[in-house]
């Protein structure tokens, strides 16, 4: 099955004013429908034209070498925007509770959490992510460039900032340390919590 735009789970003003009407409208319904369309068309014809998306991400080698690129871009940038809208929601921000909450106490508690993820994602250059990943059964920090996942390197994106550009501008401009430091107003713990408790 080819690639489709999923629905928000929320109206495109929910997260107002951490992330405003517009900007949701034109992410979700522009530049994500891109990376479907784009997805689709590369993997076309391919062995992987029917595949899930985190199968696409593990197995880009088998992919011939004119589609690596795009592929990697697009299926990349259809996997991370999923995550995205899921893990936000109009009822946020808070302190994540069992199982995560023990696992962000043993990582150093949870301010200790954003630090490192706004931090990362503000020494991200140019476009990408930063992520909170389960990485052999632990949680850890990184960022990716670009749409690269961290499925691509066999590392489980549990929650994870878009730092591109067009995530944020309408509303913050070049201040991506203020978009990163709103962002966790918005926060699904649950789904976070979801896919960690999936993860480990």
Known sequence: ?????PDLPYAYDALEPTIDARTMEIHHGKHHQA?????????????????SVDEVLTKLDS????????????AGGH??????WTIMGADGGGEPSGALGDAIAVFGGLDALKEQVNDAGVKRFGSGWTWVVVDGGTLAVTSTANQDSPISDGKTPILGIDVWEHAYYLNYQNRRP???????????????ARRFEQAT
Not at 63 to 74: E, F, G, T
Not at 79 to 84: D, E
Not at 183 to 189: A, G, I, L, R
């Open 178 to 192: 203020d978009y990163l430091a709103a962002w966790w107003n918005v926060v699904n713990w649950d789904e976070v």
């Open 63 to 74: 992919l011939p070498a004119d589609k690596q690129a795009a592929v990697r871009n697009n």
């Open 1 to 5: 099955m080819p690639f489709s735009l």
């Open 35 to 51: 990376y479907v369309d784009n997805a689709n068309k590369a993997l076309e014809g391919t062995d992987l034209a029917d595949a």
């Open 79 to 84: 996997a991370n925007h999923s995550l995205f």
